[in-house]
């Protein structure tokens, strides 16, 4: 299995203040990777794949970069529904996700 | 709009059966593979199993593997998940999800999820 190390695994921020989450994969994964945003009760959304495509309707603060082992997922300008968790998925073999960044308002 | 509802889940005792139903709607489910994906209480995702369009491709999670069986009705629209032997470490919140695209490259990356069935193994 390929092991996705996220980190932090919790994060405090202010608003509008730019915020990094990263993940690093076990082995090169070609850039198959996901972020999704989970918020409390809620099941996840998909923000990005392809490592930095940001899927339909997710707002463009929102961006991915990274490539071979090392990824991450970066919002601008944080608003407060950006308050959640956020996981990194592995998709280059059988899924694997990281262990989740929660992200909560200074 | 594309929805997909998981109804099955309870409190169960190691050991015994338990079996998940997904139905979907707002999209044409016999075009797209699809996919369980668990979250233990507080915890992380654990990706589950995965079934092609056609039935023809099944993978599991090794954590699964010969305990789990994922299966469709595309006449139904509807996405299954046979548990047995279960144990106190399934316990977990269980979604259905589909994926992106239909293309296989993508079978893995996941944009409509279920609100999840709630699975409990105790005695």
């Known amino acids: 299995d390929i092991q996705m190390t996220q980190s932090p695994a919790s994060l405090s921020a202010s608003l509008g203040e730019t915020v990094t989450i990263e993940c690093r994969a076990s082995?090169?994964?070609?850039?198959?990777l996901a972020w999704y945003q989970q918020k409390p009760g809620k099941s996840p959304q998909l923000l990005i794949y392809?490592?930095?495509s940001l899927h339909t309707g997710v707002p463009s603060r929102f961006s991915g970069s990274g490539s071979g082992t090392q990824y991450s997922l970066k919002i601008n300008s944080l608003q407060s529904e950006d308050v959640a968790s956020y996981f990194c998925?592995?998709?280059?073999?059988?899924?694997?996700f990281g262990g989740g960044t929660k992200l909560e308002l200074k | 709009e594309v929805q997909l509802v998981e109804s099955g889940g309870g409190l169960v005792q190691p050991g015994r059966s338990l079996k998940l139903s997904c139905v979907a709607s707002?999209?044409?489910?016999?075009?797209?593979?699809m996919n369980w994906i668990r979250q233990a209480p507080g915890k992380g995702l654990e990706w589950v199993a995965y079934?092609?369009?056609?039935?023809?491709?099944?993978y599991y999670a090794e954590t699964v593997k010969g305990r789990f069986t994922i299966s469709r009705d595309n006449a139904k629209n509807t996405l299954y998940l046979q548990m047995t032997s279960l144990r106190s470490e399934d316990t977990a919140l269980y979604y259905c999800?589909?994926?992106?695209?239909?293309?296989?490259?993508?079978?893995?990356?996941?944009?409509?999820w279920g609100q999840g069935a709630s699975v409990t193994v105790s005695s």
């Open positions: 999800a589909r994926p992106i695209y239909y293309y296989s490259s993508y079978r893995f990356v996941m944009d409509a």
């Open positions: 707002g999209f044409t489910f016999s075009n797209y593979g």
């Open positions: 079934i092609s369009s056609g039935s023809s491709y099944i």
């Open positions: 082995e090169d994964i070609y850039n198959g």
């Open positions: 392809n490592a930095n």
């Open positions: 998925q592995q998709y280059y073999d059988y899924p694997t």
